[in-house]
């Protein structure tokens, strides 16, 4: 078993966590989101874990791919950690909507 942990496996991480995002909230309005707290709580979960792994790849990886918007992923992760209860859903709808998908797609042609 190859147990190496190197940008190819972070990479595969993330993209992991942003298929599951995109998968759980396709065709689903900003209300219906918002009232499934199950929902919330795994989408929330799933963005701090990928901050988390972009963290772990390197610093050569992510100057190659500067098209992937690295630090605002790290900034997403802060407000949902730092904001300490408080998250404003309309900023998570957001990025759900727009941004996932358009990374999940950038880092699928890596």
Known sequence: MDNKKDDR???EKIKTDLKFVVD????KTKEEIEADELLIDSVMFRIIQI?????KLS???KADHKEVPWLAIKGMRNKIVHDYGYV???IV???VIHGIPEMLFLLNQI
């Open 59 to 61: 610093e050569v990886f």
């Open 88 to 90: 404003d859903l309309s």
């Open 24 to 27: 759980h909230t396709a065709g």
């Open 9 to 11: 496996y972070y990479l």
């Open 51 to 55: 901050a988390e792994n972009n963290s």
């Open 93 to 95: 709808y957001d990025t």
